[in-house]
DNA sequence: GCCAACGTTGGC
DNA sequence: GCCAACGTTGGC
């Protein structure tokens, strides 16, 4: 079981639209990058992941679950991309800033600090846990 | 609105 | 195969 996070533009697609898709979840398309899609391909069902908005919030907001794997994006121009579909999980009941992240010294190797623009991305166990209990999670 | 970081494209 | 130019993402 492996930990990712999916940002998205929340005027593109937010996290109040992903909960309202409930458990039939969303596919997760338009992923056009090379890194980001060899992170698409090793998602496994059950992998959870956090959902973050980018913008003007730049903040964890939720939890999403992997309910199906790689399979060609739809919404693709050419063959070869992919997307998955993932499924709420559960809100956050407190957003995690990405200015708190980069105060904590736990993330200092994470992804979104170190890599920006790389849209999908894994977690390691460790900054998964930090940033539950930061979202005010067990 | 600007710019840093990164990716892609195209000339050589 | 290298690298300059350009485009895009996303934070500030």
Excluded: C
Aim: glycine share 6%; aromatic share 8%; charged share 30%.
């Amino acid at each position: 079981m492996s930990y990712w996070l999916l940002k998205t533009e929340p005027s593109t697609f937010s996290w109040r639209e992903q909960l309202a898709r409930g458990k039939k979840g969303e596919p997760w398309s338009g992923v056009r990058n090379a890194q980001a899609r060899i992170n698409l391909r090793a998602m496994k069902k059950g992998d959870l992941a956090f959902f973050y908005h980018t913008g003007d919030e730049k903040a964890v907001v939720g939890i999403v679950k992997v309910i199906k794997e790689a399979y060609p994006d739809s919404s693709a121009d050419e063959a070869g991309w992919v997307m998955v579909d993932v499924a709420a999980v559960e809100p956050l009941p407190k957003s995690v800033a990405l200015s708190d992240i980069k105060k904590d010294k736990t993330f200092a190797e994470m992804a979104l600090v170190k890599n920006t623009r790389l849209s999908v991305q894994p977690v390691t166990a460790s900054e998964w846990a930090r940033v539950r209990k930061l979202g005010g999670l067990q």
